[in-house]
Structure formats: structure tokens, C-alpha cells
């Protein structure tokens, strides 16, 4: 079985910065491609950005693009995706998810979190 966790969504003004994480388990687990797709209420769940298992490979969402990063450490198993220049319109549930294929497709998906909330205030 395996799982991700988020962590270190909240609440934060626009033009400030927020750094989510997401831890994978069991541990041994390591060659995934993985990626942040992010959903509000009532709308199609909208990939944000991914990265390859080796890290060497990077994918953005227009909307994002030049404002997030995301990047890994496969010795912790956790995957980051640094926010900044936040701004309302990135209000949304934030989801990690893995995949064995680098690809921006949410249906492609093989394992998904639970979710964490950031809120940008204006």
C-alpha cells in the first residue's frame, strides 16, 4: 500500500509564499514520477505542476508557471512544491499525487493524497 501525506497548506495574504509538502510511504518506494494538482469545489480537478523520479525532468501549469517550483529529496521521500507571488485564484485544495508515467493528466494517476487547503486572502 502506497500513501501520501500533505502537509503545509494554510492561510496566507496575496504576494506571500507557502511551501507544501508531501511525504510517500512505505519508504522503499522511490521510482515515481510525481506531481500537485489542485481543485475548488464544483470545478475539474487542475494539474499544477510534476516532476520525474530522478528530478531531471519538470513540468508547469500556465497558471503557475515562473511562481511555483517543485522538487524533491528521495533520501527523505518527500516531494515540495514552493509557492510564492500567491495570489486568490490560487485558492484551491492542494492534492499530491504519483504516477509511473510523467504526465499531467489527473486520470493518469496511480496514487493520490488526501489533500491540504490554501486559502489567499486579498
Known amino acids: 500500500q502506497v500513501q501520501l501525506v500533505e502537509s503545509g497548506g494554510g492561510l496566507v495574504q496575496a504576494g506571500g509564499s507557502l511551501r507544501l509538502s508531501c511525504a510517500v510511504s512505505?519508504?522503499?518506494?522511490?521510482?515515481?514520477?510525481m506531481g500537485w494538482f489542485r481543485q475548488v469545489p464544483g470545478k475539474e480537478r487542475e494539474f499544477v505542476t510534476a516532476?520525474?523520479?530522478?528530478?531531471?525532468?519538470?513540468l508547469y501549469g500556465d497558471a503557475v508557471k515562473g511562481r511555483f517550483t517543485i522538487s524533491r529529496d528521495n533520501d527523505k521521500n518527500t516531494v515540495y512544491l514552493q509557492m510564492n507571488s500567491l495570489i486568490p485564484d490560487d485558492t484551491a485544495a492542494y492534492y499530491c499525487?504519483?504516477?509511473?508515467?510523467?504526465?499531467?493528466?489527473?486520470?493518469?494517476?496511480?496514487?493520490w493524497g488526501q489533500g491540504t487547503q490554501v486559502t489567499v486572502s486579498s
Open positions: 499525487a504519483a504516477s509511473t508515467v510523467l504526465t499531467r493528466t489527473a486520470s493518469l494517476q496511480n496514487y
Open positions: 516532476i520525474s523520479w530522478t528530478g531531471t525532468s519538470t
Open positions: 512505505p519508504r522503499t518506494v522511490r521510482s515515481y514520477n
